[in-house]
């Protein structure tokens, strides 16, 4: 049996039909018959499991929200974003591109999370920040504004992005994450004393002011 269905009733925003959802059963704290907020199609949310978007949220394109993920407040997913997992999104934050947010992140506020971009693990992003391109912010990270992190690349023999968080030693590159004494170590012993690895201490002694 589904869980919810597109009603009669739609809004226009920035050209693009939106339908009210109401819930057609109980599920998680969702009542039968409980309005949600505003779909472009039955796609956008995931029939499964207890993902909801509720209040004034909205969700269009070929943006999808899945797993126990809920949307609440003013927030916006678009284009052909991801929500999934526990994630949570709320206030006027916005989703958009092909981002992906999941696990147990929770973005809130004005925050912006765009391009290629990843927020999951316990990770936060607030205020308005604006995380976007190919970075990657996890674990329990917390990023209030934009210069909180840095990403670059592509670096490294697997052309990758790399995204730091200097002031909560934080590297990111690809499935590996750790601090900066552990991305030291671990360059070093994979790349030795090469092209790569001068490239990586180069970029940490830049974002961090030594090696140490």
């Not at 916005?94 to 929770?106: L, M």
């Not at 990657?136 to 840095?150: A, Q």
Request: contains cysteine; positive net charge; charged residues 25%.
């Amino acid at each position: 049996m589904k869980k919810f269905k597109l009603t009669k009733e739609f809004k226009i925003e920035n050209g693009i039909k939106l339908f009210k959802i109401q819930a057609l059963k109980d599920f998680s704290n969702v009542k039968k018959g409980d309005f949600g907020g505003w779909i472009e199609k039955e796609e956008n949310l995931s029939q499964d499991r207890d993902a909801w978007i509720s209040e004034n949220a909205q969700v269009s394109g070929d943006a999808q929200v899945s797993g126990y993920a809920q949307i609440s407040g003013d927030a916006w997913i678009s284009e052909n974003a991801q929500v999934s997992g526990d994630a949570q999104v709320s206030g006027y934050a916005q989703i958009s591109g092909d981002a992906r947010v999941y696990g147990y992140a929770q973005i809130s506020g004005d925050a912006r999370v765009y391009g290629y971009a990843q927020v999951f693990g316990y990770a936060r992003v607030s205020g308005y920040a604006r995380v976007f391109g190919y970075a990657r912010v996890s674990g329990n990270i917390k990023i209030s504004k934009t210069e909180d992190y840095f990403c670059c690349g592509p670096i490294g023999s697997r052309n990758s992005f790399i995204t730091i968080v200097k002031d909560q030693d934080s590297i990111s590159t690809g499935c590996w994450n750790g601090t900066k004494k552990e991305f030291i170590e671990r360059v070093k012993e994979v790349h030795k004393n090469n092209e790569h690895a001068k490239n990586y201490l180069n970029l940490i002694k830049f974002v961090f002011g030594n090696l140490k």
